[in-house]
């Protein structure tokens, strides 16, 4: 961990759960929570890049996140992954729905189980997620949710209908909860990547041109990366933003 970090003692022996945790923006998140001492547990489909985080943070820290397989898009299986955390770990306090797939999809080509299929992994998951977790944030007295949406709502990028439209439902379904838990001293905001570095992104749609055009329209001509945006996502976790809920969060390097 940098030792530069922030560091919110609110975090230390909350319980956090990721989605989409061991590998990307996913597994950096995973990580910042874990060395914020937090009680880590997230779900992921990647079983060799989840393992090898795991066993990497136990070698560094002498303790290991709790990772579970799970395929979101079955919503029974994904409660009861989050169950099984508040039974094991104690109420969950954060909740992170990160995890996403921005597989292009050509507009023409797009029939009707390939677009529920794109909304029960990039959409429907987020709120069910969130319905299980708020019972134990209410139990708790309070929590946070942290729902990523995605810069590709405002730019314009091809073959990606399918994508952006569950990205952009994601903040109206921040709003909404946001006011239903608000009472409950749960708040929930979105979270807006930029266009992050990861591997993925990298083997499969960035190469160097499309690198210089992303810096061109940013503010800040720096290359983001996923550890870019987890510290974000740790101050939305913490107690330092208990007045910030419902909004719209960007980290783009100020994308124009």
């Known amino acids: 961990m940098n030792n530069d970090a922030a560091r919110y003692p609110s975090l230390d022996q909350r319980v956090v759960f990721i989605t989409g945790g061991g590998s990307g923006i996913g597994a950096a998140l995973t990580r910042a929570f874990h060395h914020q001492g937090a009680k880590v547990a997230f779900v992921d489909i990647d079983d060799t890049a989840s393992r090898a985080l795991t066993e990497a943070l136990e070698a560094e820290t002498g303790r290991a996140p709790h990772y579970r397989r799970c395929d979101i898009r079955d919503v029974e299986d994904l409660q009861a992954a989050i169950a ?9 306090h954060t ?74 439902a994601i903040h109206g379904l921040t709003r909404s909860l946001a006011r239903d838990l608000g009472g409950h001293n749960i708040r929930v905001n979105t979270l807006v990547p930029g266009s ?26 720096l290359r983001l990366e996923p550890q870019h945006i987890a510290p974000a996502v740790l101050f939305l976790a913490s107690a330092e933003s208990a007045a910030i809920t419902g909004q719209e969060i960007a980290v783009d390097g100020g994308w124009g």
């Not at 099984?84 to 969950?92: D, M, R, Y």
């Not at 959409?123 to 309070?142: D, S, T, V, W």
């Not at 499969?204 to 940013?218: D, M, N, R, T, Y």
């Open 84 to 92: 099984e955390v508040g039974s094991k770990l104690g109420p969950i």
């Open 95 to 168: 909740l992170v729905n990160n995890a996403a797939n921005d597989d292009r999809h050509a507009w023409h080509e797009v029939d009707v189980d390939y677009w529920d299929e794109r909304m029960s992994l990039n959409l429907r998951p987020m709120f069910f997620a969130a319905q299980a977790a708020a019972h134990q944030m209410i139990e708790a007295g309070g929590g946070s949710i942290v729902n990523f949406g995605s810069i590709s709502v405002q730019m314009a990028i091809a073959d990606l209908s399918a994508y952006v439209t569950a990205k952009a």
């Open 196 to 221: 992050i570095m990861t591997p993925r992104q990298l083997e499969k749609w960035i190469g160097p041109e499309e690198e210089a055009s992303i810096q061109a329209h940013q503010c800040l001509k």
